[in-house]
């Protein structure tokens, strides 16, 4: 009896890391597999919907741009930092939303710059893949009942750079924006004063330099504009599992509504 009870306890213990690994990934099928093909380009995504909409319903939609580790065409990779956190059940009860996680293909960006140099002139063409991501949100709007006035843009590391190029490319269209680790073209900052602005780097960031969110929001602000630094002292490159765990900052970015 003593030995079954042995065995029963080594079972039960083999079966604790899959059945928290299971928990752990359970969040990802919610995001359905999907794919956008604009101009003979195919941008593989990640589509979140509620369980319902209701006929009369307005949902805010939400871009999240990923980070240079997370390109490829799996529509998988890009999942891996910041999603997990809106998924969480306490902010799909509290905010019934869509979110959209597009994958930027290996040998592309979302916006086509040096991110090691100290600023950046916005380059003239916008890239392929945030060319797709526009298309993809246009398309989505005229499917789905989104709220215009409150379409949110949200990226880190190299999608950080995007975040502020998305805005920049399109001033006055989003709602609220949350760049991490990024940087846009300072020389471009009073184009997006109207955009409510959260922008965090860590300050022990020897990959992208901090003073290019520090640069960026001051830019916006000289302006007129009121947008907010966030930095954080003992980190570096690695610091959006602070920014996308902490449920302010996603509550900050859904009270935010666009003025027309």
């Known amino acids: 009896m003593k030995r079954e009870f042995f065995l029963l306890g080594l079972f039960l213990l083999a079966l ?20 956008f093909v ?22 805010p939609l939400i871009l999240f741009l990923h980070g240079a580790g997370e390109r490829g065409n799996d529509n998988q990779t890009q999942l ?48 392929v893949p945030l060319e797709l991501s526009f298309a993809l949100i246009d398309s989505l709007m005229s499917v789905y009942p989104v709220d215009s006035n409150r379409v ?3 990226g ?36 997006i004063i109207a955009t409510p602005i959260k922008a965090f780097h860590g300050k022990l960031d020897h990959l992208v330099m901090p003073a290019r969110t520090i640069n960026m929001v001051n830019a916006v602000n000289q302006c007129g504009g009121g947008a907010e630094c966030v930095l954080f002292p003992n980190l570096g490159h690695l610091c959006w599992e602070q920014v996308y765990s902490n449920v302010e900052n996603l509550r900050w970015m859904f009270a935010q509504k666009r003025q027309n």
């Not at 919907?49 to 949902?59: G, H, N, R, T, V």
């Not at 998924?87 to 090691?116: H, S």
């Not at 190299?158 to 006055?172: E, K, L």
Request: glycine share 8%; aromatic share 12%.
């Open 16 to 35: 604790l890391p899959v059945s928290g690994l299971n928990a752990q990934n359970n969040w990802q099928s919610f995001l359905s597999k999907e794919k």
């Open 38 to 59: 604009y101009k003979g380009n195919i941008q593989p995504y990640r589509l979140y919907l509620p369980d319902s909409i209701q006929p009369d319903e307005k949902l």
């Open 80 to 127: 891996l930092h910041g999603v997990s956190h809106f998924m969480d059940v306490q902010i799909r009860n509290e905010y019934r939303f869509i979110l959209i996680a597009p994958q930027c293909p290996e040998d592309a960006r979302w916006v086509e710059v040096d991110w090691t140099l100290a600023s950046h002139k916005m380059p003239a063409r916008i890239s």
């Open 152 to 154: 949110y843009v949200t």
């Open 156 to 191: 880190l590391s190299m999608g950080g750079f995007g975040t502020w190029d998305a805005m920049q490319r399109r001033p006055g269209f989003f709602a609220a924006s949350m760049p991490v680790c990024g940087g846009g073209d300072e020389t471009q900052a009073c184009a």
